[in-house]
Structure formats: C-alpha cells, structure tokens
C-alpha cells in the first residue's frame, strides 16, 4: 500500500463530519455504529475469546493434565512414533512430533503471538506518534532528519535486517518484538507527520500558543487527542501484520526457539509431518488465521464506523439496492476526494 | 532523452545504494569476534596456533581499512568469497541455487500481477457484484494469511490428495526445465500460487480502490460523454491512470517479495538461494550470507530501476521532477 493512500484514508477518517447537532461526540457516534457493524462484534468477540484462551492457557493444560512442554512418549505417539489425531487418548487436538499435547502448545503459542503482536504495535504506535508529531509540528530540519529516517526505514528490505540481527545478537524474544517495532513505527510516524502539518495551522492551535502554551503541551494535549481516530485503525490493522511477521520468523527459525512454543515454530516442526499429520498443521495454522482475520475484520469495522461516509461492501446490502437504479457506471458509484474506497489499505502484507 | 537522463540518475543511485549495503555486510562481518569466527572454521577442539593459523589465512589480523578494501576489490572483480565449512566459492553456490529461485520469482510475479490487476479491474467495474463482494472476502482472507501458511495448506490439501489418487502432475521439490515445461511446471505450479496469493490481495484491494477513484473523476465522465466504448474509457483513460499508484508500490514490494521467496523455498523444499541462506544463517557461515546478501540487493535494486522506468514511462510528470 502506498504511503499517500495511508494518507489519504486516514486524512479521510479525520475528516469525518463531527455531527454536534445531536449532541454526541465523535466517540460516542462512532460507538453506536460500530456496535450495530455485525462483522466487528464478531470480530471483537473472538479476539475477546482468543485472549481469554491465552491468558487461561496453564489452567487448561491443568485441566487436561498436560502441563506445557512435557512429552508423552508412549499415549501421545503411535506405534511408529508418529503424532496421535485429534481425541485420541486424551489429546483433545492431538499431539506434536515428540508426543505433546498441541491443544497446550496452540494456547501457549497464542500467548506469544498476542503478546508479540500487542506490545510490538504498541510501542510502534508510541514511537510513531511521537516521531510523526515532532517531525509535523517542528518541521524544518528535524522534519527533513526524520523525513530521511522514516523513507529509509520504509524502503529497507526487513527480511535483510531481521537476519541480520538473528545472526550477530541470536534469535530472541527481545529481539523479535525490536525488529517488528522498528519496522512498524514508520508508517504510523507519516501519517501523523502529514496530519500534524495540517492540525498546527489551525486557530484553536494558535489560541493556545497566545496563552503560552508550550509546544509538547501543544503537541500532546492540543493535537494529539485530534490524531487518535487515524492512529488507533491503523494501530489496530498493525497487530494481525506483527502476528503474521512473528509466526513467519520462528516459521524460518529466526524467532522463538523451541521449546517454547509460538504459531510458527509449531508450523514449522509440523512441516515434515503434513502427509501423516493433518491436525498438527491444520489447527495451528487455524488458530493463526482466525485471529489475524478478526483482528483485520475489526479494523475495518473501526475505520467504517469513525468514517460514516464510507460503507463497508459486505455490510452494504440495503444501501446497495438503493444505489443500483442510478446508472451503472456513473460517478456516485467510484469514491471520491470525500468518499474514499471503503476497501482501502491496510499495513503493508509482511512477508 | 528525459527518459536517458533519468535512467542514467537512477542507475548512479542504485551503485550507491549497492555499495552502501555491501559496506553494511561487511560491517556486520565484524560486528562477531574474529576469534569465534576462526573457531568455527578450524573446529571446537582446535588449539590456539590453528586458530590464529585461521585467523592469519583469513587475513582478518589485519587492519580494518585494508580488510575492507580487499572485500571492495574482490566483489568489483565480481568475487563473493568462499563458504567458511566447504570452501566452495560462493559465485558457484550462486549459479547452482539460482534456477529454483529464479522459475519460483519469474512464475509467482506473473501470476501475482496477473490475478491482481485483473480481479482488482473487474471488481472496480463491477462495484457492489457478487464477484466484488467474494473476492473482496478472498482479498481479506488472503490479507490474513502468512505465506508459509498458504503453502501448508496447498501441500495439505492439494498436493497429498491429488497424488494419493494417482494424479501425479504436482509435485513438490525443484525440477529444472530441461525435464520438459510440462514436469516444471508441475513442480513449479504449487510455488507459485503461493508466493502470488498473498499478494495478489495486497493488488487487487489496491487496484480496485485506485480504479474506483479514478472512475468517479470528470475527466472519465468527459470521456463518456464524448461517446468513447465502455472498454477504452476503462483501459485507456481508466486503467493507466490508476496504475501508477500501483506500479510505485510494487517498487517498495519487491524487497518484502524476498522474504516470501525465501518462505515459498523452505516449504516446497525447492533449495534456492533463500533455503541455502537460511540454512547458512543456522550455521553462522558468515561469507555464503554477505554473498547471498548482496546477490539479493543487487536485484532489489535492479528491479527498482526497471520499476522507476515503467513508473516514468506511465507518468510524464515524474521525467521531470
């Protein structure tokens, strides 16, 4: 997705008519739509469901007696010392390679991945911010220095620095939630740039500045409180990419080691064994894609509901049916400056 | 001669950017300890006369700055080292690994290009159809999806049935051409849909919305107006417009492609660059990694220019500025 697209849909979601006659704030307004937005509830739902999961992850391997990584040799493994299916002997999805319990290996692999995908999106939002309002509000040189930062960041092949660093410092937590960050915080930090730029030259900005404000007063209370709408769908189509970039690391061995486990290094040591197998890929693979998907479905769904001008597609079916007697073709039915594409860009696809 | 210009420009910029990933590798290089680097290459039980011995052959016991001009000399002379644990030169890894990483990229570009631009057009054109909502379902799901992922799951559920019933045209493992086009594509097929599925999303959401915006512009409706056919307002005036959002991104695209070519190797076992680079990481060899390294950027760079060029052809205005 290009920068200017980002841009362009998070200046749209900042252009969102306030609607004050009603006397209900943005928040408010954008509550109430995305309540009634089937697919987000959804959504949220799951990610509620896939948190709980992950947080109760040692009490359900209590509950099944399989505590984390403990192998089961002889239940968990079949006479040629392949894994066991799906509720065989107790394993309610069956066992890995070494005879684990992969319903237990699934649970605590969510903890990584939701921890990773959070925190790396948090501090990339934080870092973003800050850079982004430093670099609109002061302009000038610091603007063109993180101007620089930011374009080579952007443009830097990860996969080459996520090598790179699994090499000289060795494969780590701290490491993995480094590299995710560092590639994320870019995107945000321009988008916040091209919102402060226009955000400081409004009067409320200037009436502050009369008062005596200082700028990272200005900054922090003034405009940022303005910024969060954009800020919190990006963040929020930011977690499935640091999902996806984590299991892909551990996938190729630059992530978590074994035995702890995370998504991709389940997936990975699963490879070997798909013709024999199917459950120790398939619910891995599964558990990953339910949650990258809900997690993109709801940033979605918040960007719809903060910006009423534009519609879902797969929400959109009353209003479709409205719109088909105009004639096919005809401008109503591209977006616009003021109504942009509904099915905009999320992150950039990792790897 | 605009175009010349900016070609020559571009092709400057690019040896800059090449040298200063080359120095980055060989920064890198001394980031470890000259002392575990030798200790690899002469064994764990060596003693410290055949590690120095190491270090000497090496000649890492020498300054920094004669160090880097040697490393300098050789890659001009187009000469990437040798493996630390085979002494195999790195060029030869390089052209024996090529084919399979060549066929999965050349292959997975296509299709990726293919499918996206054209699932994006006919989505746009038919906004609110029941092809625009499915495959704006498939976009969200394909968006989801870890490359490695896809691949699992073709293996899984393409792959292992398909040959359990005798079918036995997919395959996976590398197969060069010279087996017949029929053999190689069989094997080849699988890679593919793969590297393309992930994103031919990312260009089918980005196609359709481009598409859509350009569409709602006067200029189409002028277009309209003066009687042109429905499909030359769509690709002539349409179509090209849109593209140039598009063909920029795929500049920035090309470099997360590696990292998709390298997942696509590991899991169809192919044995490309990006599988011997992996494994080469696993093993700490050092040189096989700044070779591979810099192969890869050389072609990021490359295929930026050729990106550029195509993005300046499509759009005057950039020849210029």
């Not at chain 1, 992969?102 to 800050?130: C, H, K, Q």
């Not at chain 1, 995370?262 to 990975?268: E, F, K, R, T, V």
């Not at chain 2, 045209?169 to 599925?197: E, F, K, N, R």
């Not at chain 2, 060899?285 to 050729?306: D, W």
Request: aromatic share 8%.
């Amino acid at each position: 997705m290009s920068i200017t697209e980002l841009q362009f849909q998070a200046a749209a979601v900042q252009e969102a008519p306030a609607q004050a006659v009603e006397g209900r704030s943005q928040w408010q307004l954008t509550w109430r739509r995305l309540r009634s937005d089937k697919v987000a509830i959804a959504a949220v739902i799951v990610i509620v469901i896939m948190l709980a999961l992950a947080i109760a992850a040692p009490a359900i391997a209590s509950l099944v007696h399989h505590p984390a990584n403990t192998a089961y040799p002889i239940a968990g493994q079949d006479a040629a010392g392949n894994p066991v299916g799906p509720h065989t002997n107790g394993f309610w999805l069956g066992t890995d390679d070494v005879g684990r319990d992969l319903l237990v290996r699934i649970l605590y692999g969510a903890r990584i991945s939701l921890f990773v995908g959070i925190l790396t999106t948090l501090i990339a939002t934080v870092a973003g911010v800050t850079v982004g309002l430093m670099a609109g509000y002061f302009g000038g040189v610091i603007d063109s220095v993180l101007g620089r930062l930011t374009d080579a960041v952007l443009a830097f092949p990860y996969v080459l620095l996520a090598l790179a660093l699994a090499i000289v410092i060795g494969p780590s937590l701290t490491v993995i939630i480094g590299v995710i960050a560092f590639f994320s915080w870019a995107g945000i930090a321009r988008i916040v740039r091209g919102q402060t730029l226009s955000l400081k030259e409004k009067e409320y900005i200037e009436a502050a500045r009369s008062i005596g404000a200082g700028p990272f007063r200005i900054m922090f209370i003034d405009i940022l409180p303005n910024l969060l709408a954009p800020v919190l769908v990006l963040a929020t189509l930011y977690i499935p990419n640091a999902v996806v970039f984590e299991a892909t690391l551990s996938f190729l061995g630059l992530g978590i080691q074994p035995p702890t486990a995370s998504w991709g290094n389940i997936l990975s040591s699963a490879q070997p064994f798909y013709q024999v197998a199917w459950w120790y890929v398939v619910f891995p693979a599964l558990a990953l894609l339910v949650t990258t998907l809900a997690f993109n479905l709801l940033g979605d769904g918040i960007r719809d509901a903060m910006d009423p001008t534009t519609e879902r597609l797969l929400a959109g079916q009353k209003r479709n049916r409205r719109r088909s007697r105009r004639p096919r073709g005809v401008a109503i039915a591209g977006p616009s400056e003021e109504f942009p594409d509904p099915a905009r860009q999320p992150p950039p696809a990792v790897i | 001669m605009a175009l010349a210009r900016f070609l020559i420009r571009r092709v400057l910029t690019g040896i800059v950017v090449l040298w200063l990933i080359a120095t980055g590798a060989f920064l890198l290089f001394f980031a470890r300890p000259v002392q575990d680097v030798a200790r690899q290459l002469a064994g764990r039980n060596a003693t410290p006369a055949v590690i120095n011995q190491a270090i000497h052959d090496l000649g890492l016991d020498q300054p920094i700055a004669t160090q880097y001009w040697h490393f300098l000399d050789h890659l001009l002379h187009g000469d990437l080292g040798y493996s630390y644990f085979t002494q195999e030169s790195v060029n030869t890894m390089v052209k024996q690994d090529l084919p399979p990483t060549a066929s999965v990229v050349v292959g997975g570009v296509i299709l990726w290009l293919v499918v996206g631009l054209a699932v994006g057009i006919i989505s746009a054109t038919r906004a609110r159809s029941l092809f625009d909502r499915f495959s704006t379902v498939a976009v969200l799901v394909g968006l989801s999806m870890p490359t490695f992922v896809v691949g699992e799951f073709l293996l899984l559920i393409v792959f292992v049935p398909l040959n359990q019933h005798g079918f036995h045209w997919i395959q996976d493992q590398y197969v060069g051409p010279s087996q017949g086009l029929g053999v190689w594509s069989g094997h080849m097929i699988l890679p593919w849909i793969t590297l393309a599925a992930v994103q031919a999303a990312v260009y089918t959401r980005l196609m359709r919305g481009q598409l859509l915006s350009t569409l709602g512009e006067d200029y189409i409706r002028t277009a309209r107006a003066k009687g042109l056919s429905e499909r030359r307002v769509i690709f002539r005036h349409g179509v090209r417009s849109a593209l140039t959002p598009v063909v920029s991104q795929l500049g920035i695209d090309i470099g997360q492609l590696l990292g998709g070519v390298l997942v696509v190797e590991v899991v169809f076992g192919l044995g490309g660059l990006g599988q011997v680079a992996v494994e080469a990481i696993n093993t700490d060899n050092l040189p096989v990694i700044i070779g591979f390294t810099l192969v890869a950027s050389a072609f990021v760079v490359v295929a930026n220019i050729v990106v550029d060029l195509l993005y300046a052809v499509l759009d005057p205005r950039v020849r210029i500025s």
